[in-house]
């Protein structure tokens, strides 16, 4: 006897729809999306364009002689050796301190990271003068440098102090969070295992945050390079001694040497734009590392 099989029901298949993350009509999608890409060709695209024509207005030949300058290099050497110096300092600050908030709870926590934030709410030209005033020839350490014939403002030491303290939030405000959301259940799991500080440090902390810090440093160093306002103040513009790429451009363009000028801020564009794909990779690997990271979850 053959046997009698039931009919078995089949529940009617859904499709999903993927909701919408806003309500609003195309036509208003549509207006925010020729306002963005107005407003970045305005500010943006168009000053970019501007530089670089200005630059070779006048042809190949006489865009590269206005780096046969002695002061081009000299002020291209010192922005070098100024972003070399802040940044790494820049990279321990923003360790000790993102280890700091991120780990420990201590009185003043709510304190120090709001002076970590100082210097986006200061005028880099305030944070200049402060240092005028506390080493300069008449401020408060003035005459003890003096006497030991130590010269801080109108010196390189001065230029990487404004450079520090207008660049020092970005490493910290970039792993700050990322250690927060982490949590320390994989430090505490590591030293339960024996592992030393350092072993903890360097095999579960630095690889879980390893291209926010990357991201910091590369935001850091791009404000390095460009910094005017802060070095402007404690330079003393002597050309060919302190004098950086943005106060080299400022004195061509002053003495109306416009094809130099452009010239070198078209190098400032340059370093920004190989910043920016350098950001933009940086992003996309956090990003894929945080979907790889959901998927294995």
């Given at each position: 006897m053959e046997a009698i099989h039931a009919p078995v029901y089949e529940a009617p298949r859904t499709v999903v729809v993927p909701r919408r993350a806003t309500t609003e009509s195309p036509w208003v999608q549509r207006l925010l999306i020729a306002i963005s890409i107005a407003f970045l060709a305005l500010f943006l695209f168009v000053p970019l364009a501007a530089v670089f024509a200005e630059a070779?207005?006048?042809?190949?030949?006489?865009?590269?002689?206005?780096?046969?300058?002695?002061?081009?290099?000299?002020?291209?050497?010192?922005?070098?050796?100024?972003?070399?110096?802040?940044?790494?300092?820049?990279?321990?600050?923003?360790?000790?301190?993102?280890?700091?908030?991120?780990?420990?709870?201590?009185?003043?926590?709510?304190?120090?990271?709001?002076?970590?934030?100082?210097?986006?709410?200061?005028?880099?030209?305030?944070?200049?003068?402060?240092?005028?005033?506390?080493?300069?020839?008449?401020?408060?350490?003035?005459?003890?440098?003096?006497?030991?014939?130590?010269?801080?403002?109108?010196?390189?030491?001065?230029?990487?102090?404004?450079?520090?303290?207008?660049?020092?939030?970005?490493?910290?405000?970039?792993?700050?969070?990322?250690?927060?959301?982490?949590?320390?259940?994989?430090?505490?799991?590591?030293?339960?295992?024996?592992a030393s500080g350092w072993q903890t440090f360097f095999r579960v902390t630095l690889p879980n945050i390893k291209w926010a810090l990357l991201y910091g440093v590369i935001l850091s160093n791009a404000r390095a390079m460009g910094e005017f306002g802060a070095v402007s103040v404690v330079s003393g513009h002597i050309r060919g001694r302190t004098n950086t790429l943005p106060l080299h451009v400022e004195v061509l363009y002053n003495e109306y040497n416009f094809v130099a000028a452009f010239a070198v801020a078209s190098l400032l564009a340059l370093l920004a734009l190989v910043t920016l794909a350098l950001k933009s990779f940086v992003e996309w690997r956090l990003e894929r590392e945080q979907q790889e990271a959901l998927q294995e979850a």
């Open positions: 070779f207005r006048k042809g190949i030949w006489t865009y590269l002689e206005s780096f046969n300058d002695p002061t081009c290099w000299s002020a291209l050497r010192l922005t070098l050796l100024v972003t070399a110096i802040s940044v790494p300092l820049n990279l321990v600050f923003g360790l000790a301190a993102s280890w700091c908030i991120a780990k420990f709870e201590f009185h003043g926590k709510s304190f120090l990271i709001t002076l970590i934030d100082l210097p986006f709410a200061v005028s880099p030209v305030v944070s200049g003068l402060i240092y005028v005033l506390v080493f300069g020839a008449h401020g408060w350490f003035g005459p003890w440098l003096a006497e030991h014939d130590i010269q801080i403002i109108f010196a390189v030491p001065g230029i990487v102090l404004a450079t520090i303290f207008v660049t020092f939030p970005f490493v910290a405000r970039e792993v700050i969070p990322l250690m927060q959301e982490q949590g320390t259940d994989e430090e505490q799991a590591a030293i339960s295992l024996g």
